[in-house]
């Protein structure tokens, strides 16, 4: 069982940027960057992460929430946001409550990017659902579910 969930790590660079599709989420992602900013596209997957959780959200977050948020030290999520704010997918906002807290939240072309990555791995992922029958996807979707429940628990 654990060979097979690092072979599941291990693909995961390969199941999200096969080499045909990276040219054509280049693409689709060049398209998104406003006009005259450095384009950058060596941090998908943290953008993605980022993306994620800045879109579930109904607005920003506090620096320290994404952080915890996203299991990073602040020091590296304050590096990541500066790199969002100068492609111009996030900004950052004063808290109206605190005036010591910065807030994080994406702006209407980091949420479109956010959209396109995540509709990018649905593509992906319905390609290779596509093998397996209405009875294993179900199958794969519960085993998963409960997965994602315990893991959530134990590893909390």
Do not use: H
């Not at 290779?128 to 579910?145: G, M, R, V």
């Amino acid at each position: 069982m654990l060979g097979l969930f690092l072979d599941l790590f291990y693909l995961q660079p390969v199941l999200t940027m096969a080499p045909r599709d990276v040219v054509r989420l280049r693409e689709m992602l060049e398209s998104i960057y406003p006009e005259g900013t450095r384009r950058r596209t060596d941090s998908y997957n943290l953008l993605f992460r980022i993306g994620y959780v800045l879109s579930r959200q109904d607005g920003s977050l506090p620096m320290g929430q994404l952080a915890t948020l996203l299991d990073l030290p602040l020091s590296s999520v304050t590096r990541l946001v500066d790199w969002l704010e100068e492609g111009g997918f996030a900004q950052r906002q004063s808290d109206p409550t605190d005036g010591r807290v910065i807030r994080v939240a994406l702006t209407a072309c980091g949420a479109e990017l956010s959209r396109a990555i995540t509709g990018f791995l649905a593509e992906r992922t319905v390609q290779i659902l596509q093998e397996f029958s209405a009875e294993e996807t179900q199958i794969l979707t519960l085993l998963l579910e409960k997965y994602l429940r315990v893991a959530g628990r134990v590893l909390s």
